[in-house]
């Protein structure tokens, strides 16, 4: 079974496993990750969206030899130790989460948007195809603006 190698959060990781596995199952199953949602499992919810190399993945649809030598951020790297990244804080701030199922896949969603175009209008906002089953969208767009007037 090949081996791929990979910084996670910050962190070097090594896993073996077959090369057409989904990293969404690495990082749940194999290194025990929570955050990344199971959702959809075809990249469609965008639950368990999450970062590689600084830009938005599915990983439920990203098989982990695309990772290899790679960088990968899930929502549990992207607070700087415990300070919150400024969009989780907005996030707080905007009270957004109702379930908080979607909510990781939300805010990383956010901050790839953020890094692209530090000032999205509502248009860029809406555009972000994550499924929030509760609706939460005005208080997503709210955060996702409140965190943009912060960075």
């Given at each position: 079974?090949?081996t791929?190698?990979?910084?996670?959060?910050?962190?070097?990781t090594?896993?073996?496993a077959?090369a057409d596995?989904?990293?969404?199952w690495?990082l749940?199953d194999h290194l025990?990750l929570?955050?990344p949602?199971?959702?959809?499992?075809v990249?469609?919810?965008?639950a368990?969206t999450?970062?590689l190399?600084g830009?938005?993945?599915?990983?439920?649809?990203?098989?982990?030899a695309?990772?290899?030598?790679?960088?990968?951020?899930?929502i549990?790297?992207l607070?700087?130790?415990?300070?919150?990244?400024?969009?989780?804080?907005?996030?707080?701030?905007?009270d957004v989460?109702?379930?908080g199922?979607c909510?990781?896949?939300?805010i990383?969603a956010?901050?790839a948007?953020?890094?692209e175009?530090p000032d999205p209008?509502d248009?860029?906002?809406?555009a972000?195809?994550n499924v929030c089953?509760?609706?939460?969208y005005?208080?997503?767009?709210?955060?996702?603006?409140?965190?943009?007037a912060?960075?």
């Amino acid at each position: 079974m090949p081996t791929f190698t990979f910084t996670l959060n910050g962190e070097p990781t090594t896993i073996e496993a077959p090369a057409d596995l989904p990293l969404l199952w690495i990082l749940r199953d194999h290194l025990g990750l929570t955050g990344p949602k199971y959702g959809c499992g075809v990249g469609v919810c965008k639950a368990c969206t999450s970062h590689l190399d600084g830009a938005a993945i599915s990983p439920c649809t990203t098989p982990v030899a695309q990772c290899d030598g790679g960088t990968v951020v899930t929502i549990e790297g992207l607070a700087d130790g415990d300070t919150l990244h400024p969009v989780q804080q907005a996030w707080i701030d905007e009270d957004v989460a109702q379930c908080g199922f979607c909510q990781p896949g939300q805010i990383m969603a956010a901050v790839a948007l953020l890094a692209e175009n530090p000032d999205p209008t509502d248009a860029d906002i809406d555009a972000l195809e994550n499924v929030c089953r509760c609706g939460t969208y005005v208080r997503i767009r709210s955060a996702i603006k409140r965190a943009a007037a912060s960075l």
